[in-house]
């Protein structure tokens, strides 16, 4: 179950001081990019880095990094311990999120980290970590309509919501890419506030950094990566400005190119879970905006003249399952569809009947084999294996999918 609200985390933490500083991230997608980037550059200049996204990938304590490792399981399963004893002894009844913030945020105190990069989990105004108060700068990615049932039903709505990370004093950094609509709201909270406010673009990356400007020149990128990375570079400036002056951002921003952002346009080898040499790509878009990003790079990277892809797909009860997946699958394209399991620590979370997004997915006109495979995930990569015959393959449609398809490699590859 899912509460919005910040009186059980304030009682949580009330005898708990935070004793380092902030990033506050929020947003609908490139939130997650935009901590990583923030991450790996502060561990580059040697700040200590923490950093806590949500949801896990793989294991439930993946999700908190100290200096760009996992944060160690006996660690936050005794840190977690003290959370859940105090949650109880004083009848709080803080959700799953609420304890899992009030882990990593003492994991973070236990590890005495400069700074921590804090994204949102959900919305932001009432969010669990909106508790931070001692924020260097906060953080708007790319807004879209998603979580309608909890944040509003317009894109204004949800935007003011995500804009509550926004505080007086703080200076703020924007995806300058975002609608129209979702700026207007987001200038008039600025406006209200007071606060400095920097929109970036990666069309001028020499705004944001010079040594930005050299990168782009020479990787590949799509424009949502532009958008990100210009992001975390205006942000890492005004953030190390206040803590750290002493820092080059310039000389970090090449480090950028050596980070990887697992389950988001992963290229991964399946062996020895299914019989393929040639890499698949693995990406956890579960809405419209984050489908558009991937169908954009799909079009890009893996159709050159009309060549059809072999899909492995699943997605959460409660989501527009045409919008996500029309954007992205064509004519001629093969489809598996799976379900993925149970997700630990977020019961609430289920996957939608594999039957209702075939059901979908066969309306597409053209569309080529579709096959269900309930929630026999390593079947319906085996079967997309076969069908795709070393051309292109895609794992997408849901986080929880990336999750378990990672869970079945890194146990397929113990078992070797």
């Given at each position: 179950?899912?509460?919005?609200?910040?009186?059980?985390?304030?009682?949580?933490?009330?005898?708990?001081?935070?004793?380092?500083?902030?990033?506050?991230?929020?947003?609908?997608?490139?939130?997650?990019?935009?901590?990583?980037?923030?991450?790996?550059?502060?561990?580059?200049?040697?700040?200590?880095?923490?950093?806590?996204?949500?949801?896990?990938?793989?294991?439930?304590?993946?999700?908190?990094?100290?200096?760009?490792?996992?944060?160690?399981?006996?660690?936050?399963?005794?840190?977690?311990?003290?959370?859940?004893?105090?949650?109880?002894?004083?009848?709080?009844?803080?959700?799953?999120?609420?304890?899992?913030?009030?882990?990593?945020?003492?994991?973070?105190?236990?590890?005495?980290?400069?700074?921590?990069?804090?994204?949102?989990?959900?919305?932001?105004?009432?969010?669990?970590?909106?508790?931070?108060?001692?924020?260097?700068?906060?953080?708007?990615?790319?807004?879209?309509?998603?979580?309608?049932?909890?944040?509003?039903?317009?894109?204004?709505?949800?935007?003011?919501?995500?804009?509550?990370?926004?505080?007086?004093?703080?200076?703020?950094?924007?995806?300058?890419?975002?609608?129209?609509?979702?700026?207007?709201?987001?200038?008039?909270?600025?406006?209200?506030?007071?606060?400095?406010?920097?929109?970036?673009?990666?069309?001028?990356?020499?705004?944001?950094?010079?040594?930005?400007?050299?990168?782009?020149?020479?990787?590949?990128?799509?424009?949502?990566?532009?958008?990100?990375?210009?992001?975390?570079?205006?942000?890492?400036?005004?953030?190390?400005?206040?803590?750290?002056?002493?820092?080059?951002?310039?000389?970090?921003?090449?480090?950028?190119?050596?980070?990887?952002?697992p389950a988001r346009l992963q290229k991964l080898v399946l062996k020895p879970l299914a019989d393929r040499e040639e890499p698949?790509?693995?990406?956890?878009?579960?809405?419209?905006?984050?489908?558009?990003?991937?169908?954009?790079?799909?079009?890009?990277?893996?159709?050159?003249?009309?060549?059809?892809?072999?899909?492995?797909?699943?997605?959460?009860?409660?989501?527009?399952?045409?919008?996500?997946?029309?954007?992205?699958?064509?004519?001629?394209?093969?489809?598996?569809?799976?379900?993925?399991?149970?997700?630990?620590?977020?019961?609430?979370?289920?996957?939608?009947?594999?039957?209702?997004?075939?059901?979908?997915?066969?309306?597409?006109?053209?569309?080529?084999?579709?096959?269900?495979?309930?929630?026999?995930?390593?079947?319906?990569?085996?079967?997309?294996?076969?069908?795709?015959?070393?051309?292109?393959?895609?794992?997408?449609?849901?986080?929880?999918?990336?999750?378990?398809?990672?869970?079945?490699?890194?146990?397929?590859?113990?078992?070797?």
């Amino acid at each position: 179950m899912i509460e919005l609200g910040l009186s059980r985390i304030v009682r949580l933490l009330q005898q708990t001081p935070l004793t380092w500083k902030a990033i506050h991230i929020a947003g609908t997608n490139g939130k997650g990019s935009i901590s990583a980037y923030l991450s790996h550059l502060l561990s580059t200049g040697g700040v200590r880095c923490g950093r806590f996204t949500s949801p896990h990938l793989i294991d439930r304590w993946d999700c908190i990094t100290i200096g760009e490792k996992v944060v160690q399981e006996s660690l936050f399963r005794q840190i977690e311990a003290r959370v859940k004893l105090r949650d109880q002894t004083l009848g709080i009844g803080a959700s799953e999120f609420e304890l899992l913030t009030a882990t990593a945020f003492e994991i973070f105190n236990h590890e005495r980290v400069d700074i921590g990069v804090v994204e949102v989990g959900m919305g932001g105004r009432l969010d669990a970590t909106n508790i931070l108060t001692d924020v260097l700068v906060s953080v708007i990615a790319k807004i879209g309509l998603d979580h309608q049932f909890l944040l509003g039903d317009t894109i204004e709505e949800i935007a003011r919501e995500k804009a509550g990370i926004m505080k007086s004093g703080v200076p703020c950094v924007v995806d300058g890419t975002n609608s129209p609509e979702v700026l207007r709201t987001l200038e008039d909270h600025i406006k209200e506030l007071g606060i400095n406010a920097i929109f970036t673009r990666p069309d001028t990356p020499e705004y944001h950094s010079p040594s930005l400007g050299r990168l782009f020149a020479t990787l590949d990128l799509l424009p949502h990566q532009r958008a990100n990375m210009s992001c975390a570079v205006s942000a890492l400036k005004l953030a190390l400005s206040r803590f750290r002056p002493e820092i080059d951002v310039d000389v970090l921003v090449p480090q950028l190119s050596k980070v990887e952002w697992p389950a988001r346009l992963q290229k991964l080898v399946l062996k020895p879970l299914a019989d393929r040499e040639e890499p698949v790509l693995l990406d956890g878009a579960h809405n419209t905006q984050s489908a558009e990003v991937l169908g954009e790079y799909v079009d890009y990277k893996l159709r050159p003249q009309g060549t059809n892809v072999t899909w492995v797909i699943a997605a959460s009860r409660g989501k527009d399952i045409e919008s996500l997946f029309h954007s992205i699958i064509k004519a001629g394209d093969r489809v598996a569809i799976t379900a993925f399991g149970p997700v630990d620590g977020m019961p609430w979370v289920k996957a939608n009947d594999p039957e209702e997004v075939a059901s979908c997915v066969r309306s597409i006109a053209g569309i080529g084999q579709v096959q269900t495979f309930g929630e026999d995930i390593s079947g319906a990569i085996h079967w997309a294996c076969e069908q795709a015959s070393g051309g292109p393959l895609v794992i997408a449609g849901s986080l929880y999918l990336a999750s378990d398809v990672l869970r079945l490699l890194r146990e397929a590859q113990k078992q070797l």
